[in-house]
Structure formats: C-alpha cells, structure tokens
C-alpha cells in the first residue's frame, strides 16, 4: 500500500482524486477492486517475464509458485490460478493438505501439471510422516512432490521419498490420465472412508489406504466392483490379495498400495 500503488489503484478503478485513499479504507472499502488491481498488475508482470525468457530460450519451461486457490492466496499473494495458467507450464503451490483447496487449484489450472508442497521445519517436529503426506501430495496434485524440509534428514527421509517415488512411477499412468473414484473401496473399522484414494483406468486400478495417525490402526478394506478375473496384489511386495475384503492392521503414519490388473 505504498504512495505509488494507490496512485495507480486510483487511476485504475477511477476514483476520484478528492477521494481519501489510505491502506485502512483500501482494506474496509476497495479489497475486493484492490485485489482485481493486483491480480492484473501480476499477471501482466508474469506474461513479461515469460516473453522475455522465451526470446533467448525459447524451449525453457515456466514455473509459479504460491498458495492453493483461494480468496487468501488472491488477496495476499496477487495470484489466481484460472487466469495465470496460460502463462505457465507448471504451477506449484502449498503447503499443508485441504482436499478442498487443492481440488479447486486442479480445476482452475485445467491440465497445467501442479506440484504439491509438502513443509517441515526444525520447530514443527511431529511424530514422522513425510512418507503418507508425500504420498498424498503425489495423488492429490498428480503433478509431483516439492518438499521445504528443514530438520534432520536421516535414513527415514531417504526411504519416505523412495517409497512414494517407486509408487509414483509404477501407476504414473493410471494417476496422470486415470480417474479418481475413491467410491470404489470401503475402509471400515477404525478407518474412514477419507483413508481412501483410488484411481481406475481400462486395464488396472490403484487403491491405496492410508493410516496418518499416532496410532496403529485396525480395520477391513473391502474392493468394489472389481472386473471378473481381476488380480489383486500388494504393492510392491508382491503379496497376493484373495478376496475383495480384507482385514487390516497398520502401523502409524504409513500407507498400503494395491494393484489391481483387470
């Protein structure tokens, strides 16, 4: 809210000069235009940018970063991911997991790949769980994982970020042009129905349980409306799945993935 901008907001939205514009009444009177006002300014910084990178290279790629799709991220950040997508080549945002949030950031890119966040800092230690939140960015973003990771890096990060890399590529197919129908498998017991996440193609499906608690958990995962002849295994150990309900103990803070060839 510095002398220059609200000049140029005035100018922008037409409000007179004998008006009193001062960064209060921007905020009780004006967000909504002011918000416009920046969104505009950082577009039309963005498509600069990129003009003049693709002057010298004209094959280099175009990233942003910042929030999910949000009125915060709009009115804080000067960013809204419908209008820039046309700008970019990939988007990135986070950090944290809002279903919500993140399935309106995948809408309003429309096919921009999005990269996922997910944060750790020495002062937010908690009980480890970099492997089910770096897979769930991976199957909620489906464009891949960027990690802030700023404490102790040990045998455990190094697993974590294997563990979902080898799932990423192995289905990276099926998450990429598949769809989510997390309908098509039941948790019960002491999971829920949002410890789910299913994507289904022609040829093969991918179920994957999560338990994100400080807890080990017990239950029953039951596979719907599986295809006749269907073969069913634990990914990647291999182990055979013999029926479509199956009773289940995890550890906490890990996940299981199920391949199901049709």
Same mark, same amino acid.
């Given at each position: ?49 990129? %003009?003049?990178?693709? *002057?010298?290279?004209?094959? @280099? ?5 910042? &929030?999910?799709? !949000?009125? $915060? ?104 042009? %598949?769809?989510?129908? *997390?309908?098509?498998?039941? @948790? ?5 129905? &949002?410890?789910? !996440?299913? $994507? ?63």
């Amino acid at each position: 809210f510095d002398a220059r901008c609200i000049t140029a907001f005035r100018r922008y939205a037409n409000i007179l000069p004998q008006v009193e514009l001062t960064p209060q009444i921007l905020i009780e009177e004006y967000i909504g235009r002011w918000t416009e006002f920046q969104l505009d300014n950082n577009h039309g910084i963005l498509r600069a940018v990129r %003009g003049a990178v693709e *002057d010298v290279r004209p094959d @280099a790629k175009y990233m942003l970063y910042s &929030g999910y799709q !949000c009125t $915060y991220t709009k009115e804080h950040y000067g960013v809204d991911w419908e209008a820039m997508r046309t700008t970019m080549d990939i988007a990135c945002a986070g950090y944290g997991r809002s279903p919500k949030r993140i399935a309106d950031t995948v809408e309003a890119l429309q096919g921009v790949p999005l990269v996922g966040g997910v944060l750790e800092y020495r002062k937010s230690m908690r009980p480890f769980s970099l492997g089910t939140r770096a897979m769930r960015c991976v199957l909620d973003c489906r464009g891949g994982v960027m990690f802030f990771y700023d404490t102790v890096v040990d045998a455990r990060f190094h697993r974590a970020i294997a563990d979902a890399s080898l799932v990423a590529a192995e289905f990276e197919d099926l998450i990429l042009h %598949g769809t989510r129908d *997390d309908g098509l498998a039941q @948790a019960s017991g002491e999971f829920a129905q &949002g410890d789910v !996440c299913v $994507y289904d193609g022609p040829k093969r499906r991918l179920v994957v349980l999560f338990n994100e608690r400080k807890t080990k958990r017990q239950g029953t995962l039951e596979l719907l409306k599986l295809p006749s002849g269907a073969r069913m295994r634990v990914f990647p150990s291999g182990e055979t799945v013999k029926g479509p309900a199956s009773a289940i103990t995890m550890e906490p803070m890990t996940y299981r993935a199920y391949d199901i060839v049709k």
